[in-house]
């Protein structure tokens, strides 16, 4: 059974931190890229971050550049995503979906139809 399960999302002031983990199990996420999408409310869900499936290489929305940094680790059975969340700002507020990509030819993994499993969500509040 395919899992992506998020946590660490919560309520946090302009300027703090968070950091978000995901777990996903039931397929050999090590060979799929990853990524972190979030929606706010009333807007279109957009990518925030992406890694390879190795970890060498990673992709940053333009925003959060220099704030968010993701990472994996691949252990045996399952895989966790983090996401490190430094400077947060109340435009940052949103759903965090954690996901994973089967896609075989190392793209940047920045839009929504190149993923194939998808979290539950976490959310994310910044308030001012």
């Known amino acids: 059974q395919v899992q992506l399960v998020e946590s660490g999302g919560g309520l946090v002031q302009a300027g703090g931190s968070l950091r978000l983990s995901c777990a996903a199990s039931g397929r050999t996420f090590s060979s799929y890229g990853m990524g972190w999408f979030r929606q706010a409310p009333g807007k279109e869900r957009e990518f925030v971050a992406a890694i390879s499936r190795s970890g060498g290489s990673t992709y940053y929305l333009e925003s959060v550049k220099g704030r968010f940094t993701i990472s994996r680790d691949n252990a045996k059975n399952t895989v966790y995503l983090h996401l490190q969340m430094n400077i947060l700002k109340p435009e940052d507020t949103a759903v965090y979906y954690c996901?994973?990509?089967?896609?075989?030819?190392?793209?940047?993994?920045?839009?929504?139809?190149?993923?194939?499993?998808w979290g539950q969500g976490t959310q994310v509040t910044v308030s001012s």
């Open positions: 996901a994973a990509s089967g896609d075989p030819y190392g793209r940047r993994l920045d839009k929504l139809d190149e993923y194939d499993y």
